[in-house]
T-cell receptor
Framework: GQQVMQIPQYQHVQEGEDFTTYCNSSTTLSNIQWYKQRPGGHPVFLIQLVKSGEVKKQKRLTFQFGEAKKNSSLHITATQTTDVGTYFCAGQVWTTRRGNKLVFGAGTILRVKS | EAQVTQNPRYLITVTGKKLTVTCSQNMNHEYMSWYRQDPGLGLRQIYYSMNVEVTDKGDVPEGYKVSRKEKRNFPLILESPSPNQTSLYFC??????????????FGPGTRLTVT
């Protein structure tokens, strides 16, 4: 079945350092979504990338979708303590039986030392 | 306020005692899902529903049941809970699409412990 691998599993950075998490899919994706889950909270949608090679920015966050639409990354510049949480990618795959199926990566836990 | 609600938020129960976790959304979304979250495994879909009276198995359906009698409600039923169902459960909803793509809204989560 479809899989989305996400690395690293954990990242502990000093405040002000950069952070990147990567996702790779075994199959071509219709699009990819990114979610953030604060400690004790629920996943919250951040962004969706649809086009091959797409790059989107949200303040200090940069999201990329690979040319082959099989990989994606989230980069945070100059991390802050408010960035703490788990970041999930979720790849969307079209299936005739289920329509759009969302497959989540395992998530990257980000901790920031101040 | 647009939201997905779940109840209860926390539940400790014993093996074999039937339980139901309720989920409700006020956004008129057609598509609803249940996920479980376990350390290192991310979010795994248990069941989903594309609309009223239309439900189907996700990736980890064993030991769970669902129903969708109304558009806003999508309860998760554990007929005979076992310790391996101890987990954090999320309900989610989104607009239905043919080939369009929409974000999912998650409920606050239900932490279930089965002893």
């Amino acid at each position: 079945g479809q899989q989305v691998m996400q690395i690293p599993q954990y990242q502990h950075v000093q405040e002000g350092e950069d952070f990147t998490t990567y996702c790779n899919s075994s199959t071509t994706l219709s699009n990819i979504q990114w979610y953030k889950q604060r400690p004790g909270g629920h996943p919250v949608f951040l962004i969706q990338l649809v086009k091959s090679g797409e790059v989107k920015k949200q303040k200090r966050l940069t999201f990329q979708f690979g040319e082959a639409k099989k990989n994606s990354s989230l980069h945070i510049t100059a991390t802050q303590t408010t960035d703490v949480g788990t970041y999930f990618c979720a790849g969307q795959v079209w299936t005739t039986r289920r329509g759009n199926k969302l497959v989540f990566g395992a998530g990257t836990i980000l901790r920031v030392k101040s | 306020e647009a939201q997905v609600t779940q109840n209860p938020r926390y539940l400790i129960t014993v093996t074999g005692k039937k339980l139901t976790v309720t989920c409700s959304q006020n956004m008129n979304h057609e598509y609803m899902s249940w996920y479980r979250q376990d350390p290192g495994l991310g979010l795994r879909q248990i069941y989903y529903s594309m609309n009223v009276e239309v439900t189907d198995k996700g990736d980890v359906p064993e030991g769970y049941k669902v129903s969708r009698k109304e558009k806003r409600n999508f309860p998760l039923i554990l007929e005979s809970p076992s310790p391996n169902q101890t987990s954090l459960y999320f309900c989610a909803s989104r607009l239905q699409m043919s080939r369009g793509d929409y974000e999912q809204y998650f409920g606050p989560g239900t932490r279930l412990t089965v002893t």
